[in-house]
């Protein structure tokens, strides 16, 4: 399709002409920039609202104004003193989950990062629900690889593949170009993955200063306690798409963000893109 771009293939070495001259195109033409209900899916527990009560909105997003220059390195905070929480959700691995997720994002305004695995075909299944949540950027998509290893252990064209297989993927399903930010599975990178990354325009390595500690399952209540001791400002928080856990305490959460006011962002409401 005219102004999509896709990753260049190359061998060890990364084509970086093809790799300038594609995220030209890319820019030009661009669309939009680790783990219940009746029909059998989850519910999201306390976040649809009675009809005659509507749930009170958060906070909305800073201006695009006050964005700033996304800073070199590995991100793990939001820079400064503010309001601002970043929940980031990785994985995917529950169809279920990411439906659920999604739905409490569209029911109550929570905005969110996911760094995707594009390998499950959650991503696939709630296209329908997801894509308008992404054109309107309250949910911003990221490359989380494409099958979730250990990057450290492959070598670097398996890295590079990783990142490729990935981005296409995004950009066929859903439209957009999800560079720069890239979260590496287990957190695992060194000097070498962060190398062939930037090269495909993956810069930003982006960790996490909060943990809901649900990539394996956990109990309800210990994801609302994770909640209350990192749902804190300027902190960037990771959770998963894996467990039904965490969607018995949406409620729950919606309202400790309500009561801290706390503004949720994606990583595109505080940072200019390159």
């Known amino acids: 399709m005219s102004g999509r771009s896709r990753i260049p293939r190359a061998g060890?070495?990364?084509?970086?002409?093809?790799f300038i001259a594609g995220?030209?195109?890319a820019t030009l033409g661009?669309?939009?920039?680790?783990?219940?209900?009746?029909?059998?899916r989850p519910q999201v527990a306390g976040v649809a609202a009675e009809a005659s009560k509507p749930a009170p909105r958060l906070l909305p997003p800073p201006p695009k104004?006050?964005?700033?220059?996304?800073?070199?390195g590995v991100l793990s905070i939001l820079p400064g003193d503010g309001d601002l929480l970043a929940l980031t959700v990785d994985d995917g691995v529950s169809s279920?989950?990411?439906?659920?997720?999604?739905?409490?994002?569209?029911?109550?305004?929570?905005?969110?990062?996911?760094?995707?695995?594009?390998?499950?075909?959650?991503?696939?299944d709630h296209v329908d629900l997801l894509r308008p949540l992404v054109d309107g950027g309250q949910i911003q998509l990221a490359n989380h690889t494409w099958s979730h290893p250990d990057l450290t252990k492959l070598p670097l064209t398996d890295v590079a593949e990783q990142f490729r297989h990935n981005h296409d993927f995004l950009w066929k399903t859903y439209g957009v170009d999800?560079?720069?930010?890239?979260?590496?599975?287990?957190?695992?990178?060194?000097?070498?993955?962060d190398k062939v990354a930037g090269e495909l325009g993956y810069t930003a390595t982006t960790l996490w200063s909060g943990d809901l500690k649900d990539h394996a399952w956990i109990p309800a209540d210990e994801v609302l306690r994770m909640a209350e001791q990192f749902f804190t400002p300027q902190t960037?928080?990771?959770?998963?798409?894996?467990?039904?856990?965490?969607?018995?305490?949406?409620?729950?959460?919606?309202?400790?963000i309500r009561g801290r006011r706390l503004r949720t962002v994606t990583?595109?409401?505080?940072?200019?893109r390159p």
């Open 12 to 18: 060890t070495e990364i084509n970086r002409r093809h």
């Open 23 to 25: 995220l030209s195109v």
């Open 30 to 40: 661009a669309i939009g920039l680790s783990r219940c209900a009746t029909d059998g």
């Open 65 to 72: 104004t006050a964005r700033i220059a996304l800073p070199h």
């Open 96 to 124: 279920e989950v990411v439906h659920a997720y999604t739905q409490f994002a569209k029911d109550t305004g929570v905005r969110l990062t996911y760094f995707v695995n594009g390998i499950y075909r959650s991503w696939t």
């Open 178 to 193: 999800v560079r720069p930010y890239y979260r590496p599975p287990y957190g695992a990178h060194n000097e070498h993955v």
């Open 236 to 256: 960037i928080v990771v959770g998963h798409l894996n467990h039904e856990p965490v969607t018995q305490v949406y409620d729950q959460l919606v309202e400790l």
């Open 267 to 272: 990583l595109d409401d505080v940072f200019l």
